[in-house]
C-alpha cells in the first residue's frame, strides 16, 4: 500500500533524491523546504524521472509553518505514515569563534527542528497507532570532528532522541537511518 510520506529540507541533495525515489515507489510525497522558491532543482528531478510529488512550504525553526504543512498534509490525506526529517545546516567553526547567533542557528536547525517535526506528526501516528520517523543525522553524531563542535554537538542530540527506538508510544516506530 503506498504510504503518505513527509520529507523536510527538499530543495537539494538528499532531500531532492529522497523525494523523487519515494514518489518512483508509488508513495504520495509531500517534499517540504524553507523557500519553495528554490524548488528547482527538485523539479528539474521530478521531470526527469517522470514522477509528480506536493510541495510544501515548511520551516523547521518555525512552529507555525510546522504544523501548517502537517496540517495540509492531514486535510488531503487524513494521515502521515512516514516523516523523514531531512532538513539540516552544516557548520564549520570552533565553538570559540562561533557567534552566539550561529550557534542557536544550527541547533534549531538541526535538532529543535527535528522535535518540532516530529511532536507535529505524533498526535496523527499515534491516532492511527502507526507511523514511520526517519531522521537523518550524520558521523557527526558519532564522533566529534575538530572545527565542528556545534554542528555535532546538534547531530548528537539527535542520535540522543531517538532513545530505545520509540518515542514513548509502542505503537509508533522511530527507526534512525544514517546517511
Avoid at 87 to 103: N, P
Wanted: charged fraction near 15%.
Amino acid at each position: 500500500m503506498p504510504k503518505v510520506i513527509l520529507i523536510t529540507g527538499t530543495s537539494t541533495g538528499l532531500g531532492v533524491a529522497t523525494a523523487v525515489q519515494a514518489a518512483q515507489a508509488g508513495h504520495t510525497v509531500y517534499a517540504t523546504m524553507r523557500n519553495t522558491q528554490k524548488r528547482g532543482t527538485l523539479d528539474a528531478a521530478t521531470q526527469v524521472a517522470g514522477v509528480s510529488l506536493n510541495v510544501l512550504q515548511l520551516d523547521v525553526q518555525d512552529t507555525g509553518s510546522v504544523n501548517a504543512a502537517v496540517d495540509t498534509v492531514i486535510a488531503e490525506q487524513g494521515r502521515i505514515d512516514v516523516l523523514i526529517n531531512n532538513a539540516g545546516m552544516g557548520y564549520v567553526r570552533s565553538l570559540e569563534q562561533a557567534e552566539e547567533t550561529d550557534i542557536q542557528k544550527i541547533l534549531d536547525i538541526n535538532y529543535t527542528g527535528v522535535t518540532r517535526c516530529i511532536k507535529a506528526v505524533m498526535p496523527h501516528m499515534r491516532k492511527a497507532r502507526a507511523g514511520h520517523v526517519i531522521n537523518i543525522s550524520s558521523v557527526g553524531g558519532l564522533v566529534g570532528q575538530p572545527f565542528n563542535e556545534i554542528y555535532c554537538g546538534a547531530k548528537f542530540a539527535v542520535e540522543g532522541l531517538r532513545g530505545n527506538g520509540q518515542l514513548h508510544h509502542p505503537s509508533v516506530r522511530h527507526p534512525l537511518h544514517r546517511r
